[in-house]
């Protein structure tokens, strides 16, 4: 079909949909394209993304990196133009990683074997002694096997380094469980330490690190994670009866709190200024990468639509406000909650949409959307005017991303996109994700422009309706 038969046949839609415009639809449909055809060319986006990432490396929060990249976003903001830029103070974790270190030692025929392994803390993770922790291995494939009482693991477990070798399930949420709770079940049983596989389908010998929670009933005991190849062959080891031991060194600190900030700046509604959609994603990263996947590239995204609408000289009646919020990675969503707070004493009622993307920057396929039917129905219309360039769904979420969760659960229409590498049968998005191999490079301009497209036209439309979405 050509574009100009697939155009037709959107205005053709749009002049039959029950969402109520000033324009005309086929005005509104222009705007998208001016849109698309603006977004195609676009290279300030992803050349700031690039600035931030080689320039300021790791952003995990109070870190110089993070204070650094917010600064540079006030300021850019300022000169951007944009109305009501902001940096929004938020008491933070101050956790620091610190050295880490891990050696292999084992006996073979009559000399000893060394093996420098690649290790990374977990964050919250407590601290060894600084001359570490030298202990034999228990290698443990899941948490059935470690409970299974034929098997007698929790007693073997005591003394030991326990290294949870759980395979990809096939998605985040089934195997990252032994990240954030590994490190409780090994202690619960008297083991010294705990290290866990890296939560990700495939390695080339990369670590990946992430949220270590601690339950507080058990003694909290060191916990980091080993890539996939180191796992598999303390495994074959174990398999074949051949004793070994780790010496592993991990120093974190855990100096109390400090003050990170939220930071947004808006596009001024011009009949309903009070009225606010929100989009954004979080700023801060692990201390292994720059974290362009997750999540600067979702805070791009809504930064440069931002300034995409600005560039044409759109001006929705609603306010169009782009956020990056702090300190989401280290659990607990301290920045989205702040936020919260602040929109809560400015009227709840006046945040008509909140958006969050932070799945990476791939092709967007679809938008997980928290809220009502008739929200629901509203948002497949307007998806509809990404055609011919995008077809995409519209997905109920029973769990939107984590800054705009408080948001969803007092009823505001909420959302984030969903793009094509996350959490399906390749996994792209999780060969990166919370390791080194992070970086810019990993992210392609012309899908990365697509989101922009995606983000802008969206948060346009919802900001220039009629009436507001339904709650």
């Not at 495994?235 to 900030?261: C, H, M, N």
């Not at 936020?339 to 006046?350: G, H, I, K, S």
């Not at 992210?443 to 497209?453: A, L, S």
């Amino acid at each position: 079909m050509c574009f100009f038969s697939k155009a037709l046949f959107v205005l053709l839609f749009l002049s039959l949909i029950s969402i109520s415009y000033t324009q005309t639809p086929e005005d509104l449909y222009k705007e998208v394209q001016r849109i698309y055809e603006a977004s195609q060319i676009d290279d300030i986006g992803y050349n700031r993304m690039a600035y931030i990432c080689n320039m300021f490396g790791e952003r995990l929060i109070s870190s110089r990196g993070l204070n650094n990249t917010i600064d540079y976003i006030e300021q850019t903001m300022i000169a951007d133009g944009f109305n009501n830029v902001v940096k929004q103070p938020v008491s933070v974790p101050n956790w620091i990683p610190n050295q880490h270190k891990c050696r292999l030692e084992m006996q073979v025929i009559n000399e000893e074997r060394f093996k420098e392994m690649a290790v990374t803390p977990f964050g919250t993770s407590v601290a060894t002694p600084e001359e570490g922790i030298t202990a034999e291995v228990l290698v443990v494939k899941s948490f059935e096997e470690f409970e299974d009482p034929n098997l007698d693991l929790c007693t073997k477990a005591k003394g030991k380094i326990v290294v949870w070798n759980a395979v990809w399930k096939g998605s985040y949420g089934s195997t990252v469980i032994y990240r954030s709770s590994g490190a409780d079940t090994a202690s619960k049983c008297g083991a010294l330490a705990s290290l866990t596989r890296s939560v990700t389908p495939y390695s080339l010998y990369t670590p990946h690190t992430g949220l270590n929670t601690y339950s507080g009933n058990v003694p909290k005991i060191p916990t980091g994670g080993i890539t996939v190849e180191d796992s598999e062959l303390l495994q074959y080891f174990q398999d074949i009866g051949k004793a070994v031991s780790l010496k592993l060194t991990l120093l974190p600190e855990d100096r109390g709190t400090t003050t990170s900030f939220n930071i947004f700046g808006e596009i001024t509604g011009s009949e309903y200024p009070d009225q606010v959609v929100l989009i954004g994603g979080h700023i801060d990263s692990w201390f292994l990468s720059c974290g362009a996947h997750d999540d600067l590239g979702g805070f791009m995204m809504s930064w440069q639509a931002l300034k995409l609408l600005q560039y044409l000289n759109i001006q929705p009646k609603r306010t169009i406000r782009a956020i990056g919020w702090t300190a989401e990675e280290f659990g607990g969503s301290r920045g989205g909650n702040a936020y919260f707070e602040y929109a809560q004493q400015q009227n709840l009622n006046n945040t008509i949409f909140a958006f969050e993307s932070d799945t990476g920057s791939f092709n967007p396929e679809a938008m997980n959307v928290y809220g009502s039917s008739e929200t629901l129905e509203t948002m497949e219309e307007i998806a509809k005017l990404l055609l011919p360039h995008i077809d995409m769904d519209i997905i109920f979420s029973n769990g939107p991303a984590a800054d705009v969760d408080p948001f969803a659960k007092a009823g505001v229409p909420s959302g984030g996109l969903r793009v094509g590498e996350f959490d399906r049968g390749n996994d792209v998005y999780f060969l990166y994700h919370h390791s080194t191999a992070d970086t810019i490079d990993k992210v392609n301009i012309n899908e990365f422009r697509d989101c922009i497209f995606s983000v802008a036209s969206i948060a346009y439309v919802i900001a220039d309706m009629e009436n507001t979405l339904p709650r």
